[in-house]
């Protein structure tokens, strides 16, 4: 099981919010790459920047995660307000894989040229629910959508590579919701990543019991009641 360290982006610096809250925003530090190289000589499989900014429409991180790109030799994944092609596929040649959450739900035409052009393994689809319900648009939004059929109707279109976060335990510390990573690990043909309300190793053993491919570590790594050289061990 890959461990995944989560960098979130908020106007330069790490922060976490607390259910995707904006106005509950913790900052840890103002020096993303220097977090950046601390999780990689940790000993982290992959990176996950996140730009909170350009997922709510308020701003780019986008320099930055250039800068931390060109800091790391670890594979990175990029998510957060990648919803036109251009940026899409700058990003895609800049990174090991592009998350894509607003724009799979929401331009499926657009989605299937950028599989056809990318190839599965190099896209990860962000599956975001709140109890089992898709929500976009930086989590502000909801579809009405059910999140396991969505996940069969993308492996149908031929996608692999899944991100799946319960938005009401994001944050939280409170335990990953196992119910509904069980159900997508179990579906055929998908690497799942964990991610939301990790809070300490054996939620992370937890985890790793349901077969997912990788978790996301993000409050719990900052405040210090888990470390990446633990995880690692488990994984």
């Not at 036109?84 to 739900?105: P, Q, W, Y």
Request: proline share 3%; net charge negative.
């Amino acid at each position: 099981m890959k461990i995944i360290p989560a960098i979130d982006l908020m106007d330069g610096k790490v922060v976490r919010l607390y259910k995707g809250d904006p106005k509950q925003k913790t900052i840890y530090s103002e020096n993303p790459i220097d977090i950046a190289k601390q999780w990689e000589s940790a000993g982290a499989d992959i990176l996950h920047l996140v730009d909170l900014d350009a997922t709510l429409g308020i701003g780019s991180n986008l320099d930055i995660i250039k800068k931390i790109l060109d800091a790391v030799t670890i594979p990175v994944e990029v998510a957060g307000g990648l919803r036109e092609k251009n940026l899409v596929l700058e990003m895609a040649k800049l990174s090991e894989r592009i998350v894509l959450g607003t724009l799979a739900f929401k331009d499926k035409t657009l989605l299937k040229s950028l599989l056809s052009e990318l190839g599965s393994k190099k896209i990860v689809i962000s599956v975001d629910h709140k109890d089992g319900e898709i929500v976009i648009h930086g989590w502000q939004k909801d579809t009405g959508i059910k999140l396991i059929p969505a996940i069969n109707d993308f492996v149908k279109m031929g996608f692999t590579e899944f991100l799946l976060t319960n938005v009401s335990r994001d944050g939280t510390l409170e335990g990953p919701d196992l119910e509904f990573l069980e159900q997508a690990c179990n579906l055929p043909k998908t690497n799942i990543i964990a991610s939301g309300g990790i809070s300490n190793i054996d939620d992370v053993a937890d985890v790793k019991e349901k077969n997912a491919f990788g978790v996301i570590l993000g409050k719990a790594l900052y405040e210090k009641k888990i470390s990446i050289e633990e995880a690692k061990k488990l994984s």
